[in-house]
């Protein structure tokens, strides 16, 4: 049974969507605690990632029925808990990552997300991450010199206008972490969410840390 995997590269020549301050070195280790029993099977995973242009940088199983998945799309990165028993619609918790510093303040931030699933019945691919671009785009101009965190009397603004469309790419992204968990394990909760009734349209902030590099 899986247990951990770290940093693999499926997309070494990914171009920088957000502007980096270095060039991202070439990941070529893998570290794990027990040894994948299905090589055929993870393959199948890797593939369907490498699809989607996305680069797996964590799997943790953390309980028998908790998945943690942790993934790189244009250098921002996205982890969540997936439930393997029945994921989650409600109250999901995602936590995006810039994984370059903006070079104009050399911060990198960690932003948790909680919000509902909904289902999408159509996105335009070539836009899937703008609404997450923008809102790390926003960020700097709330954050104050030596603070570690944005302040949550922020969080409205920094949402406003762009709530709708990053809770559809989010719902996208999510439902995307789910059937690469599917082909890990051999579930088929894809058919859950696919089948779910959408619930009330709800995402807000929970928090946002800041990491100033020297």
């Known amino acids: 049974m899986l247990n951990k995997i770290e940093n693999i590269t499926l997309n070494p020549n990914s171009r920088n969507e957000i502007k980096s301050s270095k060039k991202e070195s ?37 309980s028998t029925d908790e998945l943690e998945v942790e993934i790189i799309a244009n ?43 909904q289902k999408v019945e159509s996105f335009d691919e070539e836009k899937l991450y703008e609404p997450v671009n923008k809102l790390f785009y926003r960020i700097p101009s709330y954050e ?21 469309e990053l809770l ?22 894809i058919s859950i969410i696919n089948n779910i009734e959408s619930s009330e349209q709800s995402i807000k902030l929970n928090k946002i840390l800041i990491n100033h590099l020297t």
């Open 26 to 62: 070439h990941i070529n280790h893998l570290t794990k605690k027990e040894n994948f029993s299905d090589t055929i099977t993870f393959s199948a995973a890797l593939l369907f990632l490498s699809q989607l242009k996305w680069r797996l940088k964590k799997i943790n199983h953390i």
């Open 144 to 164: 104050y010199a030596d603070e570690k965190e944005i302040s949550s009397t922020f969080y409205y603004e920094l949402l406003e206008g762009v709530e709708s």
């Open 75 to 117: 250098d921002i990165s996205y982890s969540t808990v997936i439930n393997l028993k029945e994921p989650s619609v409600r109250n999901l918790t995602i936590q995006i990552r810039n994984e370059f510093p903006f070079k104009h303040n050399n911060s990198l931030y960690e932003v948790s997300v909680l919000m509902n699933y």
């Open 168 to 189: 559809k790419s989010l719902s996208v992204i999510y439902r995307n972490m789910v059937q690469f968990s599917d082909k890990l394990t051999g579930k088929n909760n």
